[in-house]
């Protein structure tokens, strides 16, 4: 938790700050400055840990996906351009832009939370310094720990399926069933030993892990780049509307 | 809980808790790739058959737990669980998707509340699997910019809504093949 000198809450609220801010943002001017800030940010330390390739297939589907839904819902306005089958009109372009400048801001600020902390941090730290319920910490820990575990479980039951002649993978609902009863099957029996464990072992007396330290110098410039942002995004529009 | 007490238990086990971290997983893996799904379908199928076909997937988490660990808040627990799964391990919808699950995970927990948290069938279910279709058309209006007229936002409420139910009963169904 230490390494980078800040606390992965901090950066939780960073993240989750950004987010507020994409759903309070009306106009284009407001989310302009700190969608770039942070997609920049985001998409320049995310490819390190994610990879670029991931990132740009990423970028490219919420691209496409911005574009189809202001195609369909914002397609009013003069148009700008007609192409026969269909006309682009103003509204389309409008909505496209505030589209994908949230998703940079919202995805960017996402990828800098989960580039400079790892899962595991983040989830000790929300139960340390945030205080969420060490129910859900144990849940979503234990999640992580079973990644691999259901991984494995899936790529069997992927083998069993083919053997069938059944697709590998599908979200078709009559198939989907027979997906994840098995894959739950296994999950509920493993599930099942590993609460008795933890029981065993204490998990309800288990203390509350509570976090003293105070904020780093690295908390305080999170928070600085946090409030800077807001701060401009706000007398961005102020500025716009007043003059 | 006393043996034959009608009052259900509220206090999560370390089983239910393992119980929620397997649907979580579950879930978060759906969520995640549910995007794909949608952006495609949605190309040709237009809204109201992209939201009938894909949202429902978004809404599983809500009644694979609560129809597996059958205790109050179970439905909320696992919606928003599967959310923050699906932010930590694909950026895709950033930490939004943890805004939605919880939003759709709480709008399903009514589903169970108006049952007083007695019955876990597939009447519930249904409903808390048509009702995490409210939050989420009106999430999509204020961030993705998805406003249509009243009667087109009704439609869509109720392609989604249609669509939670169907897979609810899919995900309650897959749940008691389970408990045999």
């Known amino acids: 938790m230490a390494r980078a000198g800040f606390k992965p809450s901090s950066l939780f609220i960073y993240s989750l700050t ?76 409008k909505a496209f ?29 929300l139960e340390s310094d945030l205080r969420i319920p060490s129910s859900v910490a144990f849940s979503l820990a234990y999640a992580f720990r079973l990644f691999p575990l259901m991984a494995r479980d899936f790529k069997e039951i992927s083998i069993a399926r083919e053997e069938r002649g059944l697709k590998t993978f599908t979200l078709n609902p009559k198939h989907l069933k027979t997906l994840l009863t098995p894959l739950l099957s296994v999950g509920y029996e493993r599930a099942l030993w590993a609460g008795i464990s933890s029981e065993v072992r204490g998990l309800s007396s288990r203390r509350k892990v509570r976090s003293n330290r105070n904020l780093s110098v690295g908390d305080l410039l999170i928070f600085a780049a946090l409030s800077a942002q807001v701060l401009t995004a706000f007398l961005t529009e102020l500025t716009l509307r007043l003059f | ?29 759906i969520f995640t790739a549910n995007w794909t799904f949608y952006y495609v379908i949605e190309a040709f199928a237009g809204p109201i058959g992209a939201r009938l076909l894909t949202y429902g997937l978004w809404f599983i988490g809500a009644p694979l737990a609560a129809s597996l660990v059958r205790k109050p808040g179970s439905a909320l627990l696992g919606e928003f669980l599967g959310a923050l799964v ?46 995490a279709g409210i939050p989420a058309v009106a999430l999509d209006a204020i961030l993705f910019e998805v406003v249509g007229t009243p009667f087109e936002m009704t439609l869509w409420v109720v392609a989604a809504g249609l669509s939670g139910l169907i897979y609810a009963v899919i995900a309650n169904l897959a749940v008691k093949n389970l408990r045999r």
């Open chain 1, 18 to 93: 950004m987010a507020s801010l994409a759903f309070i943002g009306r106009s284009v001017e407001f989310l302009l400055i700190p969608a770039v800030v942070n997609g920049v940010l985001g998409f320049g330390l995310g490819s390190r840990k994610i990879g670029l390739k991931l990132l740009v297939a990423l970028m490219i589907i919420n691209v496409w996906g911005a574009l189809i839904n202001a195609v369909y819902f914002s397609n009013v306005g003069t148009t700008l351009l007609d192409l026969g089958f269909i006309k682009i009109n103003s509204g389309v372009v």
């Open chain 1, 97 to 125: 832009l505030m589209v994908s400048l949230r998703f940079f801001l919202v995805v960017g600020s996402t990828l800098i939370m989960l580039s400079l902390s790892n899962a595991r941090d983040l989830i000790k730290s």
């Open chain 2, 86 to 131: 699906e932010t930590l391990i694909a950026p895709q919808g950033g930490i939004t998707n943890a805004i939605y699950g919880f939003a759709q995970g709480l709008a399903s927990e009514v589903g169970y509340a108006v049952f007083l948290y007695r019955s876990w069938s597939l009447l519930p279910t249904a409903l808390a699997g048509f009702l």
């Open chain 2, 1 to 29: 809980m006393s043996v034959g007490s009608r009052k259900r238990s509220v206090r999560y086990t370390g089983i239910d808790l393992a119980l929620l971290a397997v649907t979580a997983v579950v879930s978060g893996v």
